[in-house]
């Protein structure tokens, strides 16, 4: 989903209070819905409604001689509501919109795909859920839209809306956590039902393929401390069009580690992810495909931290940021590199409401060693930037 990485700054602000470890359980269940909301690691717990809405921009320029050298800049306003029904029953609804710009190249304006969610825990151990991605973003793209689409896809650079629109998915997930001793265990399992749509104008019913992820995960630790690994498996189905199979991604192992440690007046939370691929199978060759699946993706290695830290008695907080990107040389050779962040921000909060503010700055290289039919390989050198701001109320 395009919502994610500010749903996990949500989640993070508001799992303190989740005990361990059904906090563990609601990750997995969340990771095991393949697309489904990162909230679902603090569901339920509390009671009321939060609503979180931000504006966020981001710009990269890629130093290189041709017109796609261009700076590639992307505005979004983004909303989430949630509804804590006490203890057990939780529901998130989230959505946004953005306006996308590649200068002489074009530029789009859209909705997102919208996402509702729910998680219910029926019993102290066990944790269900389910939600489905509402098409209200842009599909059945013309030539221009569909080359924005392409630049926005790039996992390397990290787009905040890296697909204008899909079609409807449903997912459902299922997890069971327990603890023993001083260790909390949890395994998951989800089912995502990819929805068929229109991807460009002209071409016929794009079909992706279904998705089936395994889970388990750790978590060691205190109030003070904690060390949380995760690893996740997911199968997946043949993309079809108009009826045809052209497409097939390799089954994907996801392992990711985070380590979260609170003090009188700080609070570091660090995560490393790493992200193998088997081998894709492009099966018909002349066929446009969904630029995650034009990328054929390799190896990912991803690492950041963040630091809280509260300025004494006083509502304020100040955020420093860190973070890199290693992508392994992919099946094409048309998309490894690395990419280094580093930035800060500031925090103003109280009981009921939190107003944050963030900037990074970004560089790194792409190498292309096998570089498409019209393109240029070698080295080609990015820079970018990005500013966000959030508003948080809850308590109603």
Sequence with gaps: MRRTRNMKKAAGRSAR?????????????????????????????????????????????????????????????YGLVTTLCGPNL?????????????????????????R??????????????????????????????????????????????SKFGEGTDFDARASYGVRVGGIGLAAAAGWLVKGHYTMLEGQGAYDPGDQVTLSLGTEVGSTAQTWRTVASYTLYAHDELDGATIFEFGNRLRLETTYRRRATSLL??????????ADSQRLVPD?????????????????????????????????????????DVNERGTGSGHRI???????????????????????????????????TGGRRSFTGWSVDGSLTRRGW
């Design 341 to 375: 962040d580093a930035g800060g921000g500031l925090r103003l909060g109280s009981k009921t409401v939190t107003l944050e503010v963030r900037g990074r700055g970004s560089f790194g290289r792409i190498d292309v060693t096998n570089p498409v039919p019209g393109s």
């Design 116 to 161: 509702f969610d729910v998680a219910w825990r029926p019993t102290e151990h066990l944790m269900l859920g389910g939600g489905i991605n509402i098409p209200t973003g842009r599909t059945n793209l013309d030539f221009e839209a569909a080359r924005l689409a392409q630049g926005v896809a790039s996992r390397l650079k990290g787009y905040q809306t």
């Design 287 to 327: 066929v446009v495909l969904q630029p995650e699946a034009r990328e054929a993706q390799g190896a990912e290695l991803y690492v950041d931290q963040t630091t809280d830290i509260s300025l004494g008695a006083s509502p304020f907080g100040l955020l420093l940021l860190s973070g890199m990107r290693v992508f």
């Design 90 to 114: 939780r529901f998130d609804f989230a959505s946004g919109w953005n306006a996308t710009n590649w200068h002489s190249l074009g530029d789009l304006s859209t909705l997102d795909d919208s």
């Design 268 to 277: 570091f939370l660090a995560r490393a992810r790493a992200v193998f691929r």
């Design 17 to 77: 209070r989740a005990p361990a470890p059904l906090v563990l359980a609601c990750l997995l269940a969340s990771s095991a819905g393949a697309q489904g909301l990162e909230t679902g690691a603090n569901s339920g717990f509390d009671r009321g409604i939060r609503i979180i809405t931000g504006v966020r921009y981001e710009s990269f320029d890629e130093h290189r001689s041709d017109v796609l050298g261009q700076r590639l800049g992307q505005l979004n306003v």
